[in-house]
């Protein structure tokens, strides 16, 4: 597939802002990094199969599969040259980017859409594993384990033909992950340290998360989780700490609402 220009720019930019991003809470390391590469080739090799772009074609899902390509591209490289947490980071904006384009290519009622709810759950489960397998909390990675399981058991109804079934565990484990990250934060001593990295994760999951703000059905919620999250860092800069917590964990909820409803 030819990379148009306008999609070059497109990643240029977007691999700007990840390097210039917030150092985050944990260490990432060349292993996290080729997990995170792997899982997301395995999406964009079945999308690349799934959908046809034939050279010209302005569509959507080939405009989202072109820049998916180039953003893995972009974070090989920066794997290459040892760049572990921008390349992890444009890497799930490429599987995202696929998600799209599996999604406005295919029909919402079929067992492939309910493949790409379950691998945005993936997704969202390995974002959260980088965090709460380092975190204090026992009770934390108990309920990934949970999240972990119940996903086990959506892939397994999907391949036994029940799509209904697999979309609604799959949704299970959605929120035992959000729960995960919840419990991780509540783990975190001092007020102003918790909420502080409390809202730089709600950020990177508001980030890798942008492709539901082209669902019509999911953009509200988004919208409502961008502004709870603005306020959570306002009340933060103003000594709140507690009300940011609030507002950010908030943000998270209505995250959640806005990829379930991508999802129907």
Same mark, same amino acid.
């Given at each position: *597939?030819?990379?148009?220009?306008? %999609?070059?720019?497109?990643?240029?930019?977007? #691999? *700007?802002?990840?390097?210039? /991003?917030?150092?985050?809470?944990?260490?990432?390391?060349?292993?996290?990094?080729?997990?995170? !590469?792997?899982?997301?080739?395995?999406?964009?090799?079945?999308?690349? @199969?799934?959908?046809?772009?034939?050279?010209?074609?302005? +569509?959507?899902?080939? @405009?989202?599969?072109?820049?998916?390509?180039?953003?893995?591209?972009?974070?090989?490289?920066?794997?290459?040259? /040892?760049?572990? &947490?921008?390349?992890?980071?444009?890497?799930?904006?490429?599987?995202?980017?696929?998600?799209?384009?599996?999604?406005?290519?295919?029909?919402?009622?079929?067992?492939?859409?309910? =493949?790409?709810?379950?691998?945005?759950?993936?997704? !969202?489960?390995?974002? %959260?594993?980088?965090? %709460?397998? /380092?975190?204090?909390?026992?009770?934390?990675?108990?309920?990934?384990?949970?999240?972990?399981?119940?996903?086990? &058991?959506?892939?397994?109804? $999907?391949?036994? +033909?029940?799509? &209904?079934?697999?979309?609604?565990?799959? !949704?299970?484990?959605?929120?035992?992950?959000?729960?995960?990250?919840?419990?991780?934060?509540?783990?975190?001593?001092?007020? @102003?340290?918790?909420?502080? #990295?409390?809202?730089?994760?709600?950020?990177? =999951?508001?980030?890798?998360?942008?492709?539901?703000?082209?669902?019509?059905?999911?953009? #509200?919620?988004?919208?409502?989780?961008?502004?709870?999250?603005?306020?959570?860092?306002?009340?933060?800069? $103003? +000594?709140?700490?507690?009300?940011?917590?609030?507002? @950010?964990?908030?943000?998270?909820?209505?995250?959640?609402?806005?990829?379930?409803?991508?999802?129907?």
């Amino acid at each position: *597939m030819r990379v148009r220009p306008f %999609v070059q720019v497109w990643v240029v930019t977007l #691999a *700007m802002a990840c390097a210039l /991003g917030a150092a985050p809470a944990f260490a990432q390391t060349q292993a996290d990094a080729q997990r995170v !590469l792997e899982v997301t080739q395995s999406v964009l090799d079945r999308a690349t @199969t799934t959908i046809s772009c034939p050279p010209g074609d302005l +569509g959507l899902p080939c @405009t989202y599969l072109a820049q998916a390509l180039t953003l893995q591209q972009s974070a090989r490289s920066s794997a290459a040259g /040892g760049f572990y &947490r921008d390349a992890i980071a444009l890497s799930l904006r490429a599987r995202d980017r696929a998600y799209s384009a599996l999604r406005t290519a295919q029909d919402a009622t079929g067992g492939e859409f309910v =493949l790409v709810s379950i691998e945005r759950t993936d997704a !969202l489960i390995g974002r %959260v594993a980088l965090v %709460v397998r /380092g975190s204090a909390s026992e009770r934390a990675r108990r309920q990934l384990d949970l999240a972990v399981e119940v996903q086990a &058991r959506a892939k397994s109804l $999907a391949q036994a +033909g029940r799509p &209904r079934a697999a979309m609604s565990a799959t !949704l299970q484990a959605r929120d035992r992950a959000f729960r995960a990250l919840r419990l991780t934060d509540g783990a975190i001593p001092g007020a @102003t340290d918790r909420a502080r #990295a409390a809202l730089e994760r709600t950020d990177d =999951l508001l980030r890798a998360s942008a492709d539901v703000a082209d669902v019509p059905a999911s953009q #509200a919620a988004f919208g409502n989780a961008q502004q709870l999250q603005e306020r959570g860092w306002a009340r933060l800069r $103003a +000594g709140d700490a507690a009300r940011a917590l609030d507002l @950010t964990l908030k943000a998270r909820d209505e995250l959640g609402r806005a990829l379930d409803r991508a999802d129907r």
